[in-house]
C-alpha cells in the first residue's frame, strides 16, 4: 500500500468513526432553506456565466495554469466532495503550503501577503469573485448558500468530537465568520463558536439576514484581504 493510500485509509477510518455520533442539524432537511438554495444558485450561476469570459481571461494572463482550482473538501458530516473556485493562487499552490508562515491560530491557514496569491488572484479574492464557481456545488445540494466553512482533508484528520459538531449542516458559501468579520477572525476555536452559534439560532430567516449582510460586507471591503 502506497503512503497516499495508507493516509486516505486512515481518515476514511477516522471519517466513519466521528460521523458515527453525529446527526444531521435541522436545516439540512428543510424544505425551505433548500427552495433558498435552488434559487439563489440559479442567479449566482448566471452572474457566474456573465463574467466568467473576463474573468478567465484575467487569470490566464496573469499567471499560466488553469482557470479553475478544485480540491477535496468534506460537507455534511464530513462527506466529501469537490469544490471549484476560480483560481486566486499560482499553479502548484497546494505544494508550497508547507513553505508559508501560518498566521492563524488552530486548523485553519491564513497569510495576509501569502505570496503564492496572483495580482489577480487578490483581486477576486477581495471581492469574492473567486467562489463564483460554487454556486454549481450550492445547485448540487452539496453545499448550502449559508453553512460553515468546508474544511480539507488535513484539517477533519485533526479534529476532535467536539470539532466534528460544525459538520451537523452543510457548507456554505458565506456563514457567521464571513458575515462578521471575514479575514479578520484568525482562531479556528472562534470560527467553531460562530458556527455552533448559527446552529443554535438558525431560522431560513436568519440565513436571509447573513446572506444580505454578508453582501454588505463584501461591498464594503470589511476584513477583507
Not at 179 to 204: C, H, M
Request: avoid cysteine.
Amino acid at each position: 500500500m502506497t503512503q497516499f493510500a495508507l493516509e486516505s485509509s486512515i481518515l476514511e477510518t477516522r471519517l466513519t468513526a466521528s460521523v458515527k455520533h453525529q446527526v444531521p442539524h435541522a436545516s439540512a432537511h428543510s424544505v425551505i432553506k433548500r427552495t433558498i438554495d435552488l434559487f439563489g444558485s440559479l442567479i449566482g450561476l448566471l452572474i457566474t456565466a456573465l463574467l466568467f469570459v473576463p474573468i478567465a481571461i484575467a487569470i490566464r494572463l496573469d499567471s499560466p495554469g488553469p482557470i479553475l482550482y478544485s480540491q477535496e473538501r468534506h460537507g455534511l458530516l464530513g462527506k466529501p466532495f469537490r469544490i471549484y473556485k476560480f483560481r486566486s493562487m499560482v499553479e502548484g499552490a497546494d505544494l508550497l503550503k508547507s513553505q508559508i508562515e501560518n498566521e492563524a491560530e488552530g486548523l485553519i491557514f491564513k497569510n495576509k501577503q501569502d505570496p503564492r496569491i496572483t495580482k489577480v488572484g487578490r483581486f477576486l479574492r477581495r471581492t469574492s469573485l473567486d467562489e463564483l464557481p460554487q454556486f454549481w456545488n450550492v445547485m448540487l445540494g452539496e453545499m448550502s448558500l449559508v453553512g460553515t466553512r468546508p474544511p480539507t482533508s488535513d484539517e477533519v484528520s485533526q479534529y476532535s468530537d467536539y470539532h466534528w459538531q460544525r459538520l451537523n449542516v452543510k457548507p456554505g458559501l458565506t456563514g457567521e465568520w464571513q458575515a462578521n468579520g471575514r479575514s479578520t477572525i484568525k482562531d479556528f476555536e472562534d470560527i467553531v463558536l460562530l458556527d455552533l452559534r448559527y446552529q443554535s439560532i438558525w431560522t431560513p430567516m436568519y440565513d436571509l439576514y447573513l446572506i444580505f449582510k454578508t453582501i454588505y460586507v463584501i461591498f464594503a471591503k470589511d476584513g477583507a484581504f
